[in-house]
């Protein structure tokens, strides 16, 4: 760290390629290395090369799914304070067998610059997985850990009557049930 006296020194590099961790996030550092050239000979010292590690990204918290709708659902998070903007993710699923022919299906991303979003025009009745991570403008969160939403069976759309007489007709409905869409 530039804030130091001392030096942190490493030796005995068997690359040129020096591996640093254990940094503090938003801190500036110097780093100046030397060659070992034969028999107790060293280089001089590079210049100092100053970079400053990133700021920490933490993925969004308190994620909750409301409304629920029979086609729609919104989800709602809190924004980690260094986030300009979450990433999401979303699939269908039921039962532990996808929709698709693909094994999973292939997410639908979408960018929310607030905290919440609005999915529609999805699979009435059909659960939902989902994930979420946080964009902080430099550098992104690790995904959330993948949780699921149910959303309602929707009714029929219209039932149809026929044949009626005096004791007896035919009721149809129309729409198909979700278990049957895809």
């Known amino acids: ?24 996030a ?8 030397r060659y070992w050239c034969t028999q107790g000979v060293w280089s001089d010292y590079t210049a100092g090369f100053f970079f400053t590690t990133l ?3 933490e993925p969004p918290f308190r994620i909750t799914v409301d409304p629920i ?3 729609a659902a919104q989800l709602n998070w809190d ?8 990433e999401l993710r979303y699939r269908p699923k ?15 991303t979408a960018v929310a610059p607030d905290s919440a979003f609005y999915l529609n025009d999805l699979q009435g009745g059909a659960a939902y997985e989902y994930q979420l991570r946080s964009d902080c403008a430099v550098n992104f969160s690790e995904w959330t850990t993948v949780d699921e939403f149910a959303l309602l069976c929707a009714p029929p759309e219209v039932i149809t009557v026929t044949d009626s007489t005096y004791e007896s007709a035919i009721v149809q409905l129309t729409g198909l049930p979700p278990s049957t869409q895809s």
Do not use: H
């Open 1 to 24: 760290r530039t804030d130091q006296q001392e030096w942190t020194t490493v030796t005995n590099l068997p690359t040129a390629l020096l591996t640093l961790s254990g940094l503090r």
């Open 55 to 57: 700021p920490p990204c």
């Open 26 to 33: 938003e801190t500036e550092y110097e780093v100046r290395m």
């Open 79 to 86: 924004n980690y304070i260094n986030a300009t903007q979450v």
């Open 94 to 108: 039921i039962g532990g067998y996808y929709y698709f022919s693909m094994w999973p299906p292939p997410w639908q």
């Open 69 to 71: 709708l029979a086609d």
